[in-house]
């Protein structure tokens, strides 16, 4: 397979765009070249998750160090990656599937011995060998939940630990966006736009969508290292957390489709809903906290609909926005 114009300007070694992401991801993480961050990483690289926003790539490898002494044997081998190119280099949508256990101190409290798997999801905008944009989503429910903690109680001794709801880390929302350097919304391939409109009926409460579009004997992988099947686990998942926020906008900011040798059609789609929490459901009884939720899906599709889905959140990110804005701390 010859490189594409998409790696112009990469290091020579990248066959294809799987292969530079999964590469550097475990060169970084892995193999402890944690120092290449300075090089695969840009200066001025904004990463944004539902937990916060971060510039720069300092901050970046403080995270890494960090992580490492609290879960010495990480393991983050790559599901997949659906790419589109994009001006100067690509946008990348990668799969990961993440396997610790938690043998240091640290942001989890004093080592429990637990051995953690869960899933991160993250888009980068990538260009002359470097990311300069991300946007990630990682499973922090799957994290609390099998450390043993209720996620609404873990995350108020997070709000505490991190000095208070005055002083703590606050979770992303569009309020407090950079403005990066990509700008693109992804490709206009068939399977981006089947998973966008499947989002976007259940989301205006179309729910029907799931019998339309999802084969019955679909698998899906939800918040929380949930496996699910069919039209009763998309159900399961998608009516009550729509239910919580029955008024929130929501927005597609990305879709990419591919079909590509030896692999499904599949697709990927980053998107949001912003608005009040205003109904029953996911996160418990209304509080009228204004919610911002980042959500990545990937999904793959068969003969009869969509045969495997991915989707994330960060259950603990909205939590926050409600403990800090009722003044449940």
């Known amino acids: ?10 290091d020579p070694r990248w066959r294809d765009v799987p292969h530079y992401i999964n590469g550097i991801t475990s060169e970084i993480w892995e193999e402890r070249q944690i120092g290449t961050l300075k090089k695969y990483y840009a200066d001025d690289l904004i990463v944004r998750s539902p937990a916060s926003i971060v510039q720069g790539n300092q901050g970046i490898i403080a995270a890494t160090m960090a992580t490492l002494a609290e879960f010495p044997d990480r393991e983050l081998p790559g599901e997949d990656v659906i790419w589109s190119p994009a001006p100067g280099g ?15 101190a640290g942001a989890y409290g004093p080592p429990t011995g637990r051995t953690l798997r869960y899933r991160i999801l993250a888009d980068c905008y990538c260009t002359q060998n470097a990311v300069y944009d991300e946007w990630l989503v990682r499973d922090q429910a799957a994290i609390v939940l099998q450390m043993g903690h209720n996620i609404e109680s873990w995350t108020r001794s997070q709000i505490a630990r991190e000095g208070g709801a005055e002083a703590c880390v606050k979770p992303f929302s569009p309020a407090i966006d950079i403005s990066g350097p990509y700008n693109g919304d992804g ?13 976007s009926r259940m989301m205006q409460a179309e729910f029907s969508a799931i019998s339309d579009g999802y084969d019955r004997a679909a698998t899906l992988a939800y918040p929380g290292y949930v496996t699910a099947y069919g039209h009763d686990g998309a159900d399961r998942f998608w009516l009550p957390f729509r239910a919580s926020l029955p008024s929130a906008r929501f927005t597609v900011h990305h879709q990419i489709g591919r079909d590509d040798p030896d692999m499904p059609l599949r697709a990927a789609v980053r998107w949001s809903l912003d608005g009040l929490h205003d109904g029953w459901g996911r996160f418990g009884g209304p509080t009228g906290a204004h919610i911002h939720v980042m959500g990545i899906t990937h999904a793959e599709f068969g003969p009869y609909g969509l045969r495997r889905e991915w989707t994330l959140i960060d259950d603990t990110a909205i939590w926050k926005q409600i403990l800090l804005q009722t003044g449940m701390v």
Do not use: K, Y
């Not at 397979?1 to 990469?10: A, K």
């Not at 946008?91 to 610790?100: D, F, G, K, M, P």
């Not at 490709?187 to 989002?199: C, I, P, V």
């Open 90 to 104: 690509f946008l990348s949508s990668h799969r990961l599937i993440c396997t610790a256990t938690h043998t240091g």
């Open 1 to 10: 397979m010859m490189r594409g114009p998409e790696l112009d300007g990469f």
């Open 187 to 199: 490709n206009n391939h068939e399977a981006g736009e089947r998973l966008a409109s499947l989002l």
